[in-house]
């Protein structure tokens, strides 16, 4: 609820097993890079939503 308005998404799925990709659109308060932006799903996929959130650089 707290992000209502505040983001948008959009998730498709790939014909490959057990991959999905999301395209991940939404508005910072501040500045970020790509790489402060990955630090921070990645984190969170190791943190608050690990088994929920997966973060990978592997081609797949």
């Known amino acids: 609820p ?3 308005g505040k983001l948008t998404g ?3 799925r790939v ?3 057990n ?3 999301v395209d991940l659109t939404c508005c910072l308060e501040r500045g970020a890079s790509y790489d402060d932006i990955k ?3 990645k ?8 088994g929920i959130l997966g973060y ?3 081609d797949v």
């Open 39 to 41: 630090a921070a799903v």
């Open 15 to 17: 014909p490959t097993p």
């Open 56 to 58: 990978t650089e592997d």
């Open 2 to 4: 707290e992000l209502n």
């Open 19 to 21: 991959v999905s990709v």
């Open 10 to 12: 959009m998730a498709f």
């Open 43 to 50: 984190a969170a996929s190791e943190g608050s939503m690990k």
